[in-house]
């Protein structure tokens, strides 16, 4: 099975609620390759690699979220899986 790789952008209140940090532990649970990051227009950025039903379920997930937040979208994109890092990092 070949690997799949999504940048995504998730845009809500979704800075200020752990987002991040709940997407490390989902990715990394998921056995994903990649990073997440804020951005400065107040969405998280994030580029998911791994087989194709674990990014699935990656992309399933941002919807719902950590408590506190409100996703009001979620945006993707193909993207290379060279482009993802082994193991899941937060990034600035």
Partial sequence: MSDRAVLVR???R????SFRIWTQREARRL??????RNERDGS????????????TSMLDAFWQGPPGCEVRSVV????SPADASAGFNITA
């Avoid at 979704?14 to 609620?17: A, E, L, R, T």
């Avoid at 993707?76 to 993207?79: F, H, L």
Wanted: no cysteine.
């Fill in 10 to 12: 998730i845009s809500g």
């Fill in 14 to 17: 979704v800075q200020g609620v």
């Fill in 31 to 36: 056995g994903l390759n990649g990073w997440v």
């Fill in 44 to 55: 998280v950025s994030a580029l998911i690699s791994g087989p194709e039903g674990a990014v």
């Fill in 76 to 79: 993707q994109e193909t993207a």
